[in-house]
Every structure is written in structure tokens, then in C-alpha cells.
T-cell receptor, first 111, second 109 residues
Framework: NAGVTQTPKFRVLKTGQSMTLLCAQD?????MYWYRQDPGMGLRLIHY???????AKGEVPDGYNVSRLKKQNFLLGLESAAPSQTSVYFC??????????FGDGTRLSIL | GQNIDQPTEMTATEGAIVQINCTYQ??????LFWYQQHAGEAPTFLSY????GLEEKGRFSSFLSRSKGYSYLLLKELQMKDSASYLC??????????FGAGTTVTVRA
């Protein structure tokens, strides 16, 4: 059982570079979420999706874009990376009233 | 949005009991979750409360009072492996979760 899979697990970028983080879930969940986690600040919601083809902004959406072209995939894009986006990124998925299931995270450093 | 408060750190002895409090202010409450997160790992689900009262799951229990905007997670018979961060999260009616900053629990021998 794969659950929620995030790729890549680690990445180092230079300021101004772009990249896409991929989240895939095999549980047929409707809802998917992208969070960032920084020391002392807990998990903050970047963007989320309540179904295929739909996305919405969370608490800290600036500098990020997302797409949900297929139900099982939720992509997070950084168009022009900034040092302030150095963080650990978690993807999660859920269905109905059930708890969210989290991926193992992507550790992103921007120099 | 949400305002969720929980203590930053707690320390307890192996075999003891620890209670982690969480207070929240919300515009649309649809359930409260507790997650456990070991260092360098993903959060994992511990418990869920949507109605007032106590939910018990083995050594872990969680309590909710919606009128007071208050919950606690009770960890009994502490073990070294319980050393982790514990996250309180409130769900809104649109299925978003808002997380507190987390409480780091250190269990000492």
C-alpha cells in the first residue's frame, strides 16, 4: 500500500529557478492538500483541492501554483524560487470526514 | 480562519501521564484532530473528536468541549517512543485543517 507518495524527497535550488513537486495518492481520495512546515510555526496550508480540476488558496498561497488534472495527482509549482520558500513540504489526502493521510515530505532548500 | 494555541514543550518521566491542552477560536467547527509527528517524519493520525466528550484509544485519550473551544490529549503510561511533537488541528466546514504549532513532548527515563 503506497498511500501518499511525494517526489522528490530532497531538492536544492538556486534563487529564481523553477520546479514542480508531485504528490500521488492511490486511495481514491477526493481532497488533497499542500502544506509547508517551518520551525516553530506548525503546518500551514498553501493550496488545496476538493476534486479533480478544482483548486483553492490556503493560508500562504503566494509564490506557489497548483494543478489537479487527475484525481490521484496534485502538483505544486514554484515559478521563481526564493530563499523564503526553503521548507519541508507535505502533501495530504482525505475522503469524507476521515483524517488526512500525509506523505513523507519534500525537503527543499533554496540558496 | 482559526487561532489555535498549545504549549510549546512538555517533559515527563517514563510511565507517567501527560496532558496536552489545545484551545481554539473558529468560525465554522467541523471536528478536531490530534496528530503525532516524530522528528523528520510525516504526521500520523492519533484521534478525532467532533462531539463533546472523551474518546479513548488504548494509552491515548482525547477530550473536546465545543462551548469552551478546548481539547486535550492525554498520554498514559508514557514510553520513550512517545517522544514526539503532537499537533492539534481544527477542521472547518470546507474540509480545510488549521494546525497549531505543535507541542514537543520529551520522555525521560
Amino acid at each position: 500500500n503506497a498511500g501518499v507518495t511525494q517526489t522528490p524527497k530532497f531538492r536544492v535550488l538556486k534563487t529564481g529557478q523553477s520546479m514542480t513537486l508531485l504528490c500521488a495518492q492511490d486511495m481514491n481520495h477526493e481532497y488533497m492538500y499542500w502544506y509547508r512546515q517551518d520551525p516553530g510555526m506548525g503546518l500551514r496550508l498553501i493550496h488545496y483541492s476538493v476534486g479533480e480540476g478544482t483548486t483553492a488558496k490556503g493560508e500562504v498561497p503566494d509564490g506557489y501554483n497548483v494543478s489537479r488534472l487527475k484525481k490521484q495527482n496534485f502538483l505544486l509549482g514554484l515559478e521563481s524560487a526564493a530563499p523564503s520558500q526553503t521548507s519541508v513540504y507535505f502533501c495530504a489526502s482525505a475522503t469524507g470526514n476521515q483524517p488526512q493521510h500525509f506523505g513523507d515530505g519534500t525537503r527543499l532548500s533554496i540558496l | 480562519g482559526q487561532n489555535i494555541d498549545q504549549p510549546t514543550e512538555m517533559t515527563a518521566t517514563e510511565g507517567a501521564i501527560v496532558q496536552i491542552n489545545c484551545t481554539y477560536q473558529t468560525s465554522g467547527f467541523n471536528g478536531l484532530f490530534w496528530y503525532q509527528q516524530h522528528a523528520g517524519e510525516a504526521p500520523t493520525f492519533l484521534s478525532y473528536n467532533v462531539l463533546d466528550g472523551l474518546e479513548e484509544k488504548g494509552r491515548f485519550s482525547s477530550f473536546l468541549s465545543r462551548s469552551k473551544g478546548y481539547s486535550y490529549l492525554l498520554l498514559k503510561e508514557l514510553q520513550m517512543k512517545d517522544s514526539a511533537s503532537y499537533l492539534c488541528a481544527v477542521r472547518e466546514r470546507d474540509y480545510k485543517l488549521s494546525f497549531g504549532a505543535g507541542t514537543t513532548v520529551t520522555v525521560r527515563a
